[in-house]
């Protein structure tokens, strides 16, 4: 084992480091979601880069995500949009990031059309945008209602076509490498056969995900444990606001627990409705995710049942079809018509707002770790996510972090050239 430390001393569960396979790279990123992808996507070619993660590349909630993503759509949407996710946050939202989230929204979405990311379009083939909860007006890309296995799979693809960029599955972190000088050096892992691998690294990325596999019902992938968040509390890396979770009010009820399906917000966003037990609507579905939520809850109490139901009757067919399929398909297989009935939906677990505290870079409080996506916490999203922010600001973040790297390398780089000049 190299002449390294453990970020919380000795590893846990504890493994066998004697004689275990030690890898060396410029930059480990720790997640395959839209962040970790994102972020590699804007390293320099000449960085070795390895991305690791905890099941196969497909089982990451950026896969998950149907509703799609924000964009600010002209000047006048800046204002409006900026109040939108205040508002949702309950005004606890870190005001700088929130606006580095905006201005730079355009110019990543124009970097997805360039990579080949599609969203649906209307018939004059100009960009479709509808409006979900707590949204003022349309601003929201989408490509149906699997926005995000679009975006994460044309990620992927570019990913892979990059030489200096290698990914590996079934790959678990551990624990952080930390130099005596207690900077982030690395990390331990063990793989797929149960075996430890140091990977040491100049510079590592957390994008491990959220935390939705500690909870009984929820809409993440049971793998997403909250790794990130655990591993640099042990280590005395800032976390901020862990307790604030978010609810989403409508996943598809099922008496059995495992991941519950999401029925997308845009659904209401195009007009599906919420009734009681009595087919009687019974609150503003466009309110944000913690209000409607709280609304249904308080419903499913005095009707005495497990669920509520969400009735599409005011959705056109044709919208049914196209923009929610796969929400169709998937409740048609488990004996639900959406065109022609309610579906009952009950709150799931959805979304951490809180992490790994980091600055505008993604920069956390030790040096060399950056953390990106649900795994961190910049401030965009405050006590409650505006719903579609999160695919955005995931990648917003993870290419500052990813430049906030590259920088600092160049600067090294013209560092030891100074110093070389001078001793010649």
Known sequence: MSAVKLGAGAPEPLVDLVGCEEVYRDVLIVGCGVAGLYAALNLPAHLSV????????????????????????????????????????????????????????????????????????TVDGSLDYTREGAHSRPRILHKADLTGAEITTKLLAAVRQRPNVSITEYVTM??????????????????????????????VILATGGVGGLYPRSTNFRSLTGDGCRIC????????????????????????????????????????????????????????????SQAIWHQMELDGMPYVRLSFV???????????????????????????????????????????WTDRDGRTTMEHLYAAGETSCNGVHGRNRLASNSLLESMVFARRAAKAIEQHDQDEREGRLVCERSIA
Not at 56 to 70: F, N, R, T, Y
Not at 269 to 283: M, Q, S
């Open 50 to 121: 390895e991305l690791i993660c905890k099941e196969d590349v497909a089982s990451c909630d950026s896969m998950l995500a149907q509703g799609g993503i924000c964009v600010q759509r002209d000047d006048d949407d800046y204002q409006p949009w900026f109040d939108d996710t205040l508002r949702a946050g309950h005004f606890e939202n870190r005001v700088e990031s929130v606006d580095i989230m905006i201005r730079e929204s355009r110019a990543l979405i124009n970097d997805l059309l360039a990579l080949g990311v599609e969203f649906d379009r």
């Open 174 to 203: 551990r624990d952080l490498l930390v130099s005596d000088d207690g900077q982030c050096v690395g990390v331990l892992a063990v793989d797929g056969a149960g075996e430890a691998v140091l990977i040491h690294a100049h510079d």
């Open 233 to 292: 509390e042990r280590a005395g890396v800032r976390l901020q606001d862990m307790d604030y979770v978010q609810i989403h009010p409508t996943s598809l009820y099922t008496p059995e627990a495992g991941r519950a399906f999401l029925i997308s917000e845009s659904c209401r966003g195009e007009g599906a409705i919420l009734l009681n037990a009595a087919g009687e609507r019974f609150c503003d579905e466009l309110q944000p995710r913690d209000v409607v």
């Open 314 to 356: 005011n959705v056109p067919r044709e919208v049914i079809l196209g923009h929610f399929s796969n929400i169709y398909r998937h409740c048609l297989e488990v004996g639900f018509d959406i065109t022609r009935e309610p579906i009952p939906v009950v709150p799931a677990q959805h979304y951490l707002m809180g992490g790994v």
